[in-house]
């Protein structure tokens, strides 16, 4: 009986995303009704993917960088669209960071904003490594291009409020502090530490 279901299930997700997706198959595009077997595999690899992103995420808060970049690696790997690969190797980029090893964090975030220059988190990833080598006045110029990209995000402020902290711009840090402690983020319980010990 369960294999029966596993087999309706599977067929159901063929035919929706027949529906849905078209597959790039030696450069002509076919329904994946035409070549059920590659759409699975597609899909498997995709969802795969996405468990070894969300794996290394939960090490990465875990602070086991090692295992969470073997993760993102993994990820990267069987990713298929640009846009999942940019993704992951942002994640890449910050565990990177987070193990020190700095001028590879930027290659690898630099790498993404090449492809894809107006991506906010891969921006506040660039200032994050940019504040880690203690270049904060090229971190402020990263981040606020990405408060002007997406100014509700609290991260940015975050990460400009260490960068101006950084150039003794006491003033301008608590503004920033203030604005992240008060938008939704990683980071809304740093910010309000941060802004208490510059008052």
Not at 180 to 188: K, V
Request: proline share 2%.
């Amino acid at each position: 009986m369960l294999k029966k279901q596993t087999k309706v299930l599977a067929a159901v997700a063929i035919m929706t995303l027949c529906l849905t997706t078209e597959i790039a198959v030696d450069k002509q595009v076919v329904c994946a009704q035409e070549k059920p077997q590659m759409a699975m595999e597609q899909v498997k690899s995709a969802v795969l993917a996405e468990s070894y992103n969300d794996q290394g995420i939960i090490y990465a808060k875990q602070h086991f960088y090692e295992m969470a970049r073997q993760d993102f690696l993994q990820a990267i790997a069987l990713a298929e669209s640009q846009n999942r690969i940019n993704i992951y190797n942002n994640n890449l980029a910050m565990v990177t960071k987070d193990l020190g090893n700095y001028e590879e964090a930027l290659k690898i975030i630099n790498k993404v904003l090449t492809n894809d220059e107006n991506m906010p988190s891969a921006l506040n990833t660039k200032g994050d490594i940019l504040v880690s080598m203690k270049q904060y006045d090229a971190a402020v110029s990263i981040i606020t291009k990405a408060i002007t990209l997406r100014p509700e995000d609290g991260t940015s402020y975050y990460i400009r409020g260490r960068a101006r902290e950084g150039l003794k711009q006491l003033s301008l840090a608590r503004e920033d502090y203030k604005k992240a402690a008060s938008l939704p983020s990683d980071y809304q319980k740093e910010a309000k530490i941060r802004l208490k010990d510059l008052q």
